[in-house]
């Protein structure tokens, strides 16, 4: 056999150098175990053809487990059976036991049922391998088409060569075409032509994949950032939201009376914040006027300080000491006239004191208004905040 396998591939050779001589050899080759495995009727009918080899390990395995039963009774009751019985028990068991092998070669021998029936099931799938891989020689111009699976060796099969997955392809376009109909047949017609081209082009195919790919890649950016936008839109929705509910209940003075407790105290806590804030501006406000008028007022009273002293200096007025004769003694007659003069009153230093008194009265004023506006203030905080704890009770 090693021989004529020998003599084959020798020849094989000797034809792949005359046909080289003129154009390039074409060669490709099939896994027929491969194709086997993904043709879907092989597949279902291999299932059922081991359900039945199932059936039938365990009917030996039974017929097993009888003889053992009858070679262990024999074995316990030998003494106290006669020659005669024990001959018979022995011929029974040799039976079965001739009986068992005649079922094993029956169905798992080399012609017994097993092998017949695969077989049997193989031999559709090979015709129609080898009318497709026929079809895919003529059609794509081999010379020369090999099984991988067989007895011939390979000792080297590049991928490329390999046509098992054109034959799987043309042996299921052969079983749709039966199913459909002539419109749907010729749609499927350029469905084959379309794969017929991607493989004839596998540079095409990668090319594809790749634009594929990368399409996808895109489509997987665009779709995030449209999530992302859309999860940005909710959020400033709700934010939007929670800021309208919480001016609403601000103007309402409550937070209505099918919330929850949790809500409404959280809202006036909100509002409480807020008054505070809103009273601690003022009080700076407040702070602030009151400080820039005392300033003022310093400011003012300085500046009638040196008018009034400006204005005596003019007017020749004189210290207390000098009206007292200069040692302290009371005024002579002719020092009279000095002291008269003391009492002349300037108007403008008049106008610079009535002033100063207005200002010390706006002063008190506004002091007086700060003072009312918080007690107003927080008198009204507290009423509001016994009505909220009322609604909430």
Do not use: C, H
């Amino acid at each position: 056999m090693k021989k004529y396998f020998a003599i084959t591939i020798i020849t094989i050779f000797a034809v792949f150098q005359t046909v080289a001589q003129t154009r390039g050899v074409k060669i490709g080759y099939i896994d027929m175990e491969y194709i086997l495995q993904n043709v879907p009727d092989y597949s279902e009918a291999k299932s059922q053809l081991e359900q039945k080899a199932q059936k039938w390990k365990q009917d030996i395995e039974a017929k097993k487990i009888e003889i053992a039963k009858l070679k262990d009774a024999l074995k316990t009751e030998r003494a106290l059976l006669t020659k005669e019985l024990i001959d018979e028990r022995e011929e029974e068991i040799k039976f079965q036991d001739d009986e068992l092998l005649d079922f094993q070669q029956k169905k798992f021998g080399p012609n017994g049922d097993l092998m017949t029936q695969k077989a049997v099931l193989v031999k559709p799938i090979q015709d129609q391998v080898f009318t497709a891989v026929q079809d895919i020689a003529e059609a794509k111009k081999y010379d020369f088409v090999f099984d991988k699976s067989s007895d011939l060796t390979m000792l080297f099969a590049a991928k490329r060569y390999d046509i098992s997955d054109q034959v799987i392809r043309v042996i299921t376009r052969a079983e749709k075409r039966q199913q459909l109909s002539k419109k749907e047949q010729k749609e499927q017609a350029k469905k084959e032509y379309q794969e017929d081209v991607t493989d004839e082009n596998p540079a095409l195919t990668e090319r594809k994949r790749i634009l594929e790919e990368k399409k996808l890649a895109r489509e997987k950016v665009v779709a995030d950032k449209k999530v992302a936008a859309e999860a940005k839109k909710a959020e400033q929705a709700a934010k939007r939201k929670e800021l309208l509910e919480a001016k609403n209940s601000k103007k309402t003075g409550n937070t209505g009376a099918n919330q929850p407790n949790s809500s409404t105290s959280d809202s006036t806590a909100v509002i409480n914040s807020k008054d505070a804030k809103i009273a601690e501006r003022a009080k700076l406000l407040e702070d602030r006027k009151v400080a820039a008028d005392a300033k003022k007022a310093e400011r003012d009273a300085k500046r009638q300080e040196l008018l009034d002293a400006k204005n005596g200096k003019k007017i020749g007025t004189v210290p207390v000491n000098e009206k007292l004769g200069g040692d302290g003694a009371p005024p002579t007659a002719d020092n009279k006239t000095v002291s008269d003069s003391t009492t002349v009153v300037d108007p403008k230093a008049a106008k610079a004191a009535e002033r100063a008194k207005l200002l010390e009265d706006r002063k008190k004023a506004l002091d007086e208004k700060k003072r009312k506006a918080l007690e107003d203030r927080e008198a009204a905080k507290k009423a509001k905040e016994e009505k909220n704890k009322t609604k909430t009770e």
